[in-house]
């Protein structure tokens, strides 16, 4: 039976705004059965985003959503979180704001372990504002400020999320549309920081630049790409050359989450009088 | 037993002709009919749903009840 998408969407706010077969719709569906497997109460849950095509989400989703400056998703979460430790917080952004006009806040909130769930949209590119570079941009392809290819070595969502302190980090694409609730689910289900990095297609502003013929192209290359992570286990280094691990990529389960710490200095404050 | 046909239903409003879906149907069910998408052949449908759960625009719906 067809899903039912309605029921999470704002009425009259379709169609998005988003380019043809932009990845970004493709996400939005997965959190939107991810919510739904959740249980997730409306009142109860929280979207936040900063500046992006991928921040325009919220705009579409029938819940608490917040709409921030650029980058600041993660520290107008924090202080939501904060103030409503009951609350399902989730951050949804692009790579550019994530983790370059926000790379700050992104590596903090990491570090803090906040019980949040922040999806990034790694289209490569900074879609909106005209096909930018942005610091995952791989070295040698084409943005608008980069026309004889990028000089920059990229970043590696994953491993930044890993080494500043995130304790879930998972991997998914936007090829692999059955995958990315799945792993929305237990990135909301686990009690901490958890990172969802989804790759994506831009084709406007990314996919025309370098060559790639049409979106099914862009959608191919995610394919071929993508190694789950059991699978590379029997993978020599050679073969995993060029590839990138999908699935859940990291877990610490040890580390205590930042709501339930500070709850204790409010105790040992109150105690203190 | 006699096979049930689902109904695709494609939103004309929302569809953006990006061809995912009828790239990625099994079974070659679907067709582009000048900018938007359209059914070109339901007797092959296998109901598996990729045309629905790829679609970036909330376009198209396979009801099989």
Redesign the interface.
Same mark, same amino acid.
Do not use: R, T
């Given at each position: 039976? @067809?899903?039912e998408?309605e029921k999470w969407?704002r009425p009259g706010k379709?169609?998005?705004i988003?380019?043809?077969?932009?990845?970004?719709?493709?996400v939005m569906?997965g959190l939107i059965r991810a919510m739904d497997t959740l249980k997730l109460k409306k009142e109860e849950t929280a979207i936040l985003s900063g500046i992006g095509c991928a921040s325009r989400l919220p705009g579409y989703i029938d819940c608490c959503t917040l709409h921030t400056a650029h980058g600041r998703a993660a520290a107008f979460a924090t202080g939501l979180k904060m103030a409503r430790p009951e609350m399902n917080v989730i951050l949804v952004g692009g790579d550019g704001d994530g983790t370059a006009i926000g790379g700050n806040h992104f590596i903090h909130a990491c570090r803090r372990n906040i019980d949040m769930t922040y999806i990034i949209m790694n289209n490569y590119i900074y879609g909106m504002t005209g096909g930018q570079f942005s610091p995952c941009t791989p070295t040698g392809h084409k943005a608008s400020t980069t026309p004889y290819g990028n000089p920059d070595p990229c970043f590696d969502i994953v491993e930044l999320a890993k080494g500043a302190g995130a304790t879930f980090v998972a991997r998914g694409t936007a090829f692999h @549309?059955?995958q990315i609730d799945k792993l929305i689910v237990e990135a909301v289900q686990h009690k901490g920081f958890s990172v969802v990095e989804i790759l994506d297609d831009c084709p406007t502003t990314y996919g025309r630049r370098n060559k790639f013929k049409?979106?099914?192209e862009m959608?191919n290359r995610l394919k071929e790409i993508a190694v789950p992570v059991k699978a590379a286990e029997k993978m020599t280094a050679e073969q995993l050359q060029g590839k990138v691990l999908t699935g859940v990529l990291y877990k610490d389960v040890t580390k205590p989450e930042y709501t339930a710490e500070y709850a204790k200095v409010i105790e040992r404050a109150k105690a203190s009088k | 037993m006699e096979k049930t046909l689902p109904i695709i239903e494609i939103n004309e409003k929302y569809c953006k002709g990006c061809h995912i879906c009828v790239e990625f149907c099994p079974k070659d069910v679907l067709e582009m009919k000048g900018f938007y998408v359209s059914v070109k052949n339901l007797e092959a449908c296998i109901k598996c749903m990729q045309c629905e759960l790829r679609c970036p625009d909330f376009a198209i719906k396979v009801i099989t009840d």
């Open positions: 039976m @067809a899903f998408y969407l379709l169609p998005h988003w380019c043809p077969g932009c990845g970004h719709g493709i569906k @549309a059955n049409s979106v099914v959608m | -």
